[in-house]
């Protein structure tokens, strides 16, 4: 299946939901409590749902509608206006750029590293990855695997070492080398929040002195089946470090997907790519206008290939 069926397939539990709510024949209280109840359970969170119920109200009175199918459309608008992705948000690509993937442990910060290493280098750009995540056993030796698969060079030090000197050593090897794309891994978990504000905080004042030209990209890891508490990692992340975007995983069945949305309208942090599987393209930039469509498909098990086919012959029919 291509990346758009997986992205339908993996969020068919709340696209059926939203399919039973629009099929209520008038609009009225119990309409609003069901697709409340709905957005809520689909992750969306109070604040973002309240928005939508709200807008919903409004727009119905002002086009006095009746039937509950017309809101349909009312709310995937509604939604797509709380996801706006700007138009800079890539613009890391056309510099010589460091990015700090950030994110707990078992999220899929390390694979989503070794993905966006991979994808970047088919593209024909220099990558190189720093193995600064020195606290969690093993991940060095993860990243070196990925380092491989993807064809790229790798900075490290021994299990233990001080993270900031592996980024000190990355970010001096990728000027010298002129590399397009430096993707640093770092710890997921530290002793406590001032431990990991000032690990984040020595990282980055060790590539502003050493590579003060470069441009420096934050994103952090999500996993989407985690639902409220991804959210909630996003805030307290926030709270110690910039974030410049979200890398949302795991959409991929167990995902309601509703969490894109909140994340995007209450912090005000542009999802920038999203995760359906464990295959290197099975990462992509994120396309709300995809997202949204998704998440209110009607659903379709047929492959893209099988709906062509399909459809050419019913042209030929007609």
Known sequence: MGFFQRLKEGLMKTSNSFTNVFKASEIDDDFYDELEETLISADMGFETTEKVIDDLREKVEELGLKDASECKQL??????????????????????TVMLIIG?????????????????KK????????????FR??????????????GVDIISQGEGADPSAVVFDAVKAAKARKTNLTLIDTAGRLHNKKNLMDELAKMRRVISR???????ETLIVLDGSTGQNALEQAR?????????????????????????????S?????????GVGEKVDDLQKFDPEE????????????????IMVDEAINNMND
């Open 266 to 274: 209450e912090l005000n942090v542009p999802v920038k790519y999203i």
């Open 291 to 306: 997202y949204i469509n998704a998440l209110f498909a009607d659903f379709d098990l047929r492959s893209d290939e099988e």
């Open 123 to 134: 593209q024909g750009r220099t990558v190189l990855l720093a193995a600064a995540d020195t």
């Open 210 to 216: 050493e590579y003060p030209e470069c441009y420096v």
């Open 236 to 264: 307290q992340f926030s709270n110690v470090t910039e974030i410049n975007g979200i890398i949302l995983t795991k959409l991929d069945g167990t995902a309601k997907g509703g969490i894109a949305v909140a994340i995007q």
């Open 137 to 150: 056993a093993g991940a060095v030796e993860q990243l070196k695997t990925w380092a491989e698969r993807a």
């Open 104 to 120: 707990v442990n078992g999220v899929g910060k390390t694979t989503s590293i070794g993905k966006l290493a991979a994808q970047y």
């Open 75 to 96: 709310v995937m608008d509604s939604l797509r206006n709380q996801m706006h992705v700007p138009d800079n948000a890539y613009c890391f690509e056309d510099a010589k």
